[in-house]
């Protein structure tokens, strides 16, 4: 066997692995980060009157309806992260509320702006693993095991 066979077999293997293994990646973080979305958002919403003095003191205009408002995307965008469902929708609007929510506290802004200079902070900052996941269902969509891609194979038999 040549070189060439040899390297086109065992990228052939690793690809097969690799799209196996985008599969278990997807859903883990769907699944890991979508209830953190949902227990986050969850909280939000039955302490509301904490979040809307948090929100004050972060002088986001009208607070008690942003408190509402994020609480619903997180809570609501987490189940449909877990399920799978209108992810990549659901995925754009976590990245927005996420984003904002690195703009909205000072260290973080600092550590969102700065990224490119100083990587730890960005990091290690709270929304990172929830703007991450974000994006990777947003960019990749939430893989064969979800209900978004069951609809897709069902409308194909059927269309």
């Known amino acids: 066997m040549n070189l060439t066979a ?9 690809t097969r692995f690799g799209e ?9 973080f769907r699944l ?5 979305f949902f227990q986050i958002g969850l909280g939000k919403l039955q302490n509301h009157e904490r979040v809307v003095g948090f929100f004050t003191s972060l002088g986001i205009p009208a607070p008690a309806f942003h408190a509402w408002f994020v609480g ?17 929708p659901t995925a754009f ?12 506290v000072a260290e973080d802004r600092a550590a969102f702006l700065g990224v490119f200079n100083a990587l730890d902070p960005f990091l290690t900052a709270a929304p990172f693993f929830f703007l991450l996941t974000s994006v990777i269902v947003l960019a990749f969509g939430p893989g064969r095991l979800s209900i978004d891609a069951w609809l897709a194979r069902r409308s194909k038999r059927i269309g």
């Open 6 to 14: 040899i390297y086109r077999t065992g990228d052939a293997l690793l």
């Open 20 to 28: 196996a293994l985008q599969q278990l990646v997807l859903l883990v």
């Open 32 to 36: 890991t980060w979508g209830w953190q």
């Open 72 to 88: 619903g995307v997180e809570c609501i965008g987490g189940l449909l992260l877990v399920l799978g469902l209108f992810s990549r």
């Open 93 to 104: 609007i976590l990245t927005i509320n996420m984003t904002v929510a690195y703009l909205s």
